[in-house]
């Protein structure tokens, strides 16, 4: 894995007067929270300002995970995402109860996480100005064995007979990034946030029905789909093909793994700051 690129490369320093204002919601893939974003909503957050945007960074946790482990993680995509909108509208009310929000919103998504943003963004596309998905794949752009590597088969229901959670992380880094000079210090913090609040494998199993079985929609609003050719859980071409269907910007990385903001959340940063910055030029 070449150096992790440098925080702003892609992007030029802001020469205007006043940051434009947004928000950025993020949302995290199968049998994750919020907390396993580590630093990227800093750099992100870093990286727009550098662009001359005030960007509030939120994250939201899935039925079954985080703040929502009590809750029962639901058997389909539409309905986590109607769940996770529910719990998103409420705390955005209680947090901007003096004034509704102007802000436009994007939504970031990872993964299975880029599903549950395909299903929110198609039923309710006034909420977001715009939509990053990472590493997704969805079902009917390709078969199911590009969706998951066959290779990562087996290693997943051993993952879930781990009862070890260090030794589980560990085996989990090994599938979704290629940094090894950064496994053992996160594959340790993912086994603090495992110990604080075990997933349910109820809830794995649950989110992984609701994947495999859920139809995408072509959405109307703004899109950019990130990959990356080092992708060693879901095959390269699944995130090209969905672009190319959608007709939609698309990134790739050359050798980051699944997890691209964790492998380089600087370049994940860059592509979002270009992405925004060409749409900016081209409305006016």
């Not at 070449?2 to 919601?25: C, F």
């Not at 699944?238 to 910007?249: G, H, P």
């Not at 990385?253 to 900016?280: F, N, S, Y």
Request: positive net charge; aromatic residues 8%; glycine residues 6%.
């Amino acid at each position: 894995m070449p150096e992790q690129r440098a925080l702003n490369e892609g992007t030029e320093p802001y020469a205007g007067s006043k940051p434009a204002r947004m928000r950025w919601l993020l949302l995290r893939g199968l049998a994750r929270e919020a907390r396993h974003w580590g630093d990227f909503p800093t750099t992100l957050s870093e990286t727009l300002r550098h662009a001359g945007h005030n960007a509030e960074i939120e994250t939201i946790d899935l039925p079954g995970t985080g703040d929502l482990d009590e809750h029962t993680a639901p058997l389909s995509i539409d309905a986590t995402a109607a769940a996770a909108r529910a719990h998103w509208i409420a705390r955005t009310t209680v947090r901007k109860a003096e004034a509704a929000p102007t802000a436009p919103c994007y939504l970031l998504a990872l993964s299975l996480g880029g599903m549950v943003a395909n299903a929110w963004t198609t039923r309710w596309p006034n909420d977001f100005a715009g939509c990053v998905l990472i590493s997704t794949s969805l079902r009917g752009y390709a078969p199911f064995y590009r969706r998951l590597r066959p290779s990562a088969y087996g290693r997943l229901v051993k993952v879930l007979s781990m009862r070890d959670a260090l030794a589980r992380e560990q085996s989990i880094l090994s599938l979704v990034s290629n940094r090894p000079d950064i496994a053992a210090e996160t594959a340790h913090s993912w086994a603090d946030i495992a110990r604080d609040r075990p997933i349910a494998r109820a809830t794995f199993a649950r989110q992984l029905w609701a994947a495999a079985t859920y139809w995408p929609r072509t959405p109307a609003l703004p899109t950019l789909v990130l990959g990356s050719l080092g992708d060693r859980l879901v095959q390269p071409a699944c995130s090209q093909t969905i672009a190319t269907r959608w007709r939609c910007d698309f990134r790739q990385h050359p050798d980051a793994g699944h997890d691209l903001p964790l492998d380089d959340p600087a370049w994940v940063a860059a592509q979002i700051c270009a992405w925004l910055d060409t749409r900016r030029h081209s409305q006016r």
